[in-house]
């Protein structure tokens, strides 16, 4: 073994708000390693713009359920949804706890509305309210005795024995590759941006625990359901594209063609809209559409979207005067690893949580704001059953495991970026055919 390979009691993989509200809830006489494949501040989690939904009061149930089942096409599986905002009020307090802050005025929390939401539900901080989330989580793990946090660490695999996982294998950035053994492994890899030319996920995020589900027979998921969100900031320049929040169409700004026509009601669903907005762009035969901001007074404007105002504005556009060009990227990820409602995959000692699972929550078209509600809630499922059942490994099945040749050589996993994404697009391409026969199937009765 070289100095570098690690055994601990539970290994989570990624460092968004999944994996950390995870670490958080799991017990503190457990020892804990979470790996990040890049800087810890790196995850999509710190990009989220609008907000984070919560069940303001009881009232609001039926068509808070409603607006994500809606959404969703009603593909969702609704206890999922039940659990989900059933736990928002809980998970808020718990978030509230650990110093963030959400926008207050004179009444106590000020809430806002984005695309598809009937009423306005969604706490805010800014227009940075996954960064606010984020950093005081990820500073709440950093304070932990039992938690161990570790950037630049790759996972290429799982340690598998009959459906058993027994942790990872990794490499560190100077390719040096290690294994990490655990009692219990948490995927929380995020998205599968990185899979794609136009994305507003980072660049890392490629999918990856999506490819080691499938190198070991792992139930997948609804992996065809990619979230294209409708305005992303238009520019020439590749890399990730800049994201502009669907709260800034609930205020109030409006969809313009090149001849300052309006031509949808912006509030529809994201994939409605965003359909209208490349049905528009073919038949004028533009690049982009434009989002105007005119209805949304200046200072609200420089308030609630400090961050977009400063972007946009690095790009040559001043939000507060002039339109900005847009256009719809992938955005978000509706499939992913199939879990069940206590985020458990299909091998046996493996869960998945936030973006990379797929527990049915948003079915086929998730609801704004409902996603880092969806990965806090289920992330903490995932820990309450962890705890719960808790087991040591069988140590002498640990031992058969590694002494697996050429396991945590660098020639094993040559070049497996390029075959993993290749691996991963595939699967998505055949589900996609999966569901489109379905669909016709269905159809012809
Ligand atoms: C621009 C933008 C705006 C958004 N706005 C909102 C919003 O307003 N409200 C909302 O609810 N949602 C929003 N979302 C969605 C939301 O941010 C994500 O769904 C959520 O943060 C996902 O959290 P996560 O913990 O699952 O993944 P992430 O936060 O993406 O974290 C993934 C982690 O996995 C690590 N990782 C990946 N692969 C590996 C590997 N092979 N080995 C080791 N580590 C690995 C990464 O380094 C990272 O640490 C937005 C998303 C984007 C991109």
């Known amino acids: 073994m070289n100095n570098k390979n690690r055994k601990t009691d539970i290994v ?46 009881e009232a609001d149930y039926d068509s808070y359920y409603e607006d994500t089942m809606k ?43 984005e ?9 805010f901080h800014e227009d940075e309210t996954g960064k606010e989330i984020t950093s ?13 946090l570790i950037e630049h660490y790759t996972m290429v695999d799982l340690l598998t024995k009959d459906n058993v ?27 599968i941006g ?51 929040s669907e709260s800034v169409r609930g205020e109030g700004a409006i969809l313009l063609n090149s001849k300052g026509e309006r031509f949808v009601d912006e509030l529809l669903p994201r994939d409605v809209v965003t359909q209208a907005i490349r049905k528009e762009m073919k038949r004028e035969g533009t690049k982009h559409v434009w989002l105007s901001l005119a209805p949304i007074p200046e200072e609200e404007i420089r308030n609630h979207f400090p961050n977009i105002y400063a972007k ?22 509706m499939g992913g690893v199939a879990v069940d409602e206590y985020s458990k995959t299909s091998m046996d000692r493996l869960y998945a949580v936030g973006e990379t699972a797929c527990n049915g929550v948003h079915g086929k078209n998730r609801l704004a704001s409902n996603s880092l509600l969806e990965s806090l809630v289920f992330a903490k499922r995932a820990a309450g059953q962890i705890a719960e059942g808790y087991i040591t ?36 391409e055949k589900e996609k055919d999966y569901h489109e026969q379905y669909q016709y199937d269905v159809e012809r009765g």
């Open 71 to 113: 959404a969703g096409h009603y593909e969702n599986n609704p206890r999922s949804v039940e659990l989900m905002i059933r736990s928002s009020q809980e998970v808020i307090g718990d978030l509230i706890a650990c110093g963030a802050e959400f926008e207050k005025d004179e009444n106590g929390y000020v809430y806002t509305r």
């Open 194 to 244: 990185g899979l794609y030319e136009h994305s507003t996920n980072f660049r890392h995020l490629t999918g990856d625990a999506l490819a080691v589900a499938l190198r070991h027979d792992i139930k997948l998921q609804n992996i065809d359901y990619i979230q294209i969100h409708p305005t992303t900031l238009y520019q020439e320049k590749p890399g990730r594209k800049f994201l502009i």
């Open 393 to 428: 490994l069988d140590e002498e099945k640990e031992r058969q495991v590694l002494s697996k040749p050429g396991i945590r050589e660098k020639a094993t996993y040559a070049g497996y970026a390029e075959q993993y994404k290749k691996a991963v697009l595939a699967a998505i």
């Open 312 to 333: 946009c504005l690095e790009a040559g556009y001043d939000i507060t005067k002039e339109p900005i060009p847009v256009v719809p990227a992938q955005h978000y990820f």
């Open 165 to 191: 996982c027994y942790g990872i294998v990794g490499h560190d950035k100077d390719g040096v590759y290690s294994t990490i053994t655990a009692d219990y492994t948490v995927l929380a890899t995020g998205g």
């Open 12 to 57: 989570i993989i990624g460092c968004g708000v999944a994996g950390l509200y995870c670490a958080l809830h799991l017990p503190k006489d457990k020892q804990i390693v979470i790996v990040s494949k890049d800087e810890f501040e790196r995850s999509d989690s710190f990009l989220a713009q609008g907000g984070i939904c919560v069940l303001r009061d």
């Open 136 to 148: 005081k989580l990820l500073a709440t793990a950093r304070k932990l005795q039992n938690v161990t």
């Open 115 to 123: 695309g598809a939401h009937s009423r306005p539900r969604i706490l």
